[in-house]
């Protein structure tokens, strides 16, 4: 072939290519801005390891081997691409530049072919035989592969008849195969080719969850009239390069309680209707069906699990903001709790979901020998107890603020309430998606605060913990929020916390449950076990899906006061999960996993299985 011709045929080829990249990219360029080249160091430190490591691929220990052979093997083949393209365009091989390591080189590219050939026979096999059910089985999948098939055999091809002239023809057809798939690239899963990495280097370095500012004073914000408008109106360049970069690996799915309980959200579904619809003029129309949007419980399992780190959770609550502030379509059953909250003149009503009055939110403390200082009543003390919603209000619950004030006061901590001062944080309303009335509930909170020189805050719910110590600090929040299991391993660190002796109970079993807000928001994981290691002399049960692959109870998210109707409860299913353990005791360190785990215990009748609180525990 004409040397010219293949320069001609290669331009034409490269100019197609940059065209359709172009294309896609001028919708990324175009979103929202948003600084994500702070901490340069972070950022390339988290590409080494996650990118070019692979670190989040090998969650799936037999798939994750295979795709980093691919990886690997097309970076180490990289060079021999660059070579096909110089000996067939110029006429000039790099081979012969290099010497005798070129021909060392070509030798370890063809070991390196038949990697990579193992490895796409085994995607396939996965696609066409086991096909998992996260996986998005279509004839994308299958062509990509088949291209990566047609590369590697014209390599090895090539250069096995090093002297022969039907090198010359594959080292053409290779290039031609090279130019087509390329072509495909813009149009195909594969694209995340070229957009993983970008992806992974651009994560967000913010607390895990984070959400996007939405200033409530802006009307645009409110303007749209479907979710694609507002999704155009409030995505930043990033959250759209998120769309266009997600490979369809379905590891979301996989790991999405919701989905697990056979019900129909799909993180990988959401984040690839977003993709279509913002990559496209014409259509216009909503992304999210209303089931499948309040079926999620934040527990963030999605986003963690996402190779390319992804953020599912700010697009899902993107979405819910659209649902709840402008469709108005919330679930019916959350009225009453947020009418119990707050009024629709945005109004503080009771304060908190369950309607208690301010004069019963103190009853809990009722049974107590020793004084419980109130804020309002100017009493000095050191560090507020954040009780929250639950711990005033449910008889269940109120056995936690009262073990941890007992821990407390005998550890010697000056604490106190703010009693009928306390108002609900907002956390499971802004997760609903309105973010008015959070914004309202917070910034009161946070006068409430000042007002009276609060510093520390302990609180023994996850979900108010995160909202108090990342959340609050958006609209001037600025406190020490501790986690009451982190704060008393803190005493028990310096030797000044005062729970008794330690049992024995080497006869019995116990299983922990890690709380999503807890331990994938905050990583907490070690200071629970270590509390009760240091309470009860017995065997610590650890079970497949604890610590990072912790499974949701499915109370997050607002689900708490949502009615779930569709598959099976997700707190049965993770009750299930903990008594494979078969445990006496289940502890747990979130009022709400505390709650639902109850709630489906009773239908088991297991009298000998308890659900307890850590503070219970250290009380024994």
């Known amino acids: 072939m004409n040397i010219n011709f293949a320069l001609i045929v290669f ?53 994750g081997i295979m795709h980093a052979a691919l990886f690997w093997g097309f970076l180490l083949l990289f060079l021999v691409n660059v070579n096909f393209a110089s000996e067939i365009l110029f006429n000039y091989s ?60 014209s390599d090895l091809y090539a250069n096995t008849f090093i002297t022969s002239q039907n090198k010359i023809y594959a080292e053409y057809g290779h290039l031609l195969i090279l130019l087509i798939f390329l072509n495909y690239m813009p149009f195909s899963k594969y694209l995340h080719i070229f957009l993983s990495l ?46 266009f970069a997600c490979m369809r690996c379905g590891r979301c799915d996989a790991n999405c309680p919701a989905n697990a309980s056979d019900k129909s959200l799909s993180p990988k579904t959401i984040i690839q209707n977003l993709h279509k619809q913002l990559a496209r003029k014409k259509e216009n129309q909503n992304i999210v069906s209303s089931t499948d949007l309040w079926a999620c419980t934040t527990c963030g399992s999605c986003q963690q699990n996402c190779p390319i780190f992804i953020e599912h959770l700010p697009k899902i609550i993107e979405l819910r903001r659209f649902q709840s502030m402008i469709s108005g379509d919330l679930p019916p059953e959350t009225q009453s709790a947020l009418e119990n909250v707050i009024s629709a003149e945005d109004q503080i009503k009771f304060g908190n979901p369950y309607g208690t009055q301010k004069e019963q939110k103190e009853n809990w403390t009722k049974t107590f020998s020793f004084p419980l200082p109130k804020i309002y009543e100017n009493q000095k003390f050191d560090i507020l107890l954040w009780v929250g919603c639950g711990g005033a209000s449910d008889g269940r619950l109120q056995k936690i603020p009262q073990n941890l004030s007992r821990i407390l006061y005998n550890s010697g901590v000056k604490f106190g309430i703010l009693g009928k001062e306390e ?20 910034k009161k909170n946070i006068a409430t605060f000042k007002q009276y020189g609060v510093k520390e805050i302990i609180s023994f719910c996850p979900h108010c913990y995160n909202s108090l110590k990342n959340e609050y600090t958006e609209f001037g929040g600025d406190f020490k929020v501790w986690h009451h299991t982190e704060f008393l391993a803190n005493l028990m660190q310096r030797k000044k916390l005062n729970i008794g002796k330690t049992k024995d109970f080497s006869l019995k079993n116990i299983v922990y449950h890690d709380p999503c807000y807890l331990g994938r928001y905050n990583n907490i994981y070690e200071e629970p076990r270590s509390l009760i290691d240091r309470k009860i002399y017995t065997n610590i049960k650890e079970i497949k899906q604890s610590r990072e692959d912790s499974f949701c109870c499915g109370g997050g998210g607002g689900r708490a006061f949502m009615e779930e109707n569709e598959g099976r409860k997700i707190s049965d299913l993770r009750l299930e999960q903990l008594l494979e353990s078969d445990p006496d005791i ?33 009380n024994l």
């Not at 609900?424 to 509930?441: A, D, N, P, S, V």
């Open 11 to 63: 331009a034409i080829g490269l100019a197609v290519f940059f065209y359709n990249a172009t294309k896609k990219i001028s919708i990324i360029w175009k979103a929202k801005p948003e600084n994500r080249f702070d901490k340069l160091f972070t950022r390339f430190k988290g590409l080494l390891i996650f990118g070019f490591g692979q670190k989040r691929v090998f969650r799936n220990r037999l798939a």
């Open 94 to 153: 790099l081979m012969h530049f290099l010497g005798k390591a070129g021909n060392d080189y070509l030798k370890l590219c063809q070991v390196t072919s038949i990697i990579v050939l193992l490895s796409v026979f085994y995607f396939i096999y996965r696609r066409i035989i086991t096909k998992p059910k996260e996986l998005t089985l279509d004839w994308d999948g299958l062509i990509c592969l088949f291209f990566i098939i047609g590369l590697k055999a």
């Open 423 to 442: 108002i609900c944080c907002g956390e499971w309303i802004r997760k609903l998606g309105l973010e008015h009335l959070f914004q309202t509930i917070a």
């Open 198 to 243: 970008p992806n992974i280097f651009f994560r967000s370095l913010k607390s895990f969850g984070c959400l996007p500012y939405f200033n409530i004073e802006d009307e645009e914000n409110l303007t749209a009239e479907n979710q694609k408008d507002f999704c155009l109106t409030r995505f930043s360049w990033k959250q759209t390069l998120d769309t």
């Open 586 to 618: 289940i502890a747990t360190a979130c009022p709400f996993c505390h709650t639902m785990l109850s709630d489906s215990l009773k239908k088991k009748n297991l009298e000998n299985t308890k659900i307890m609180d850590i503070t219970e525990i250290l």
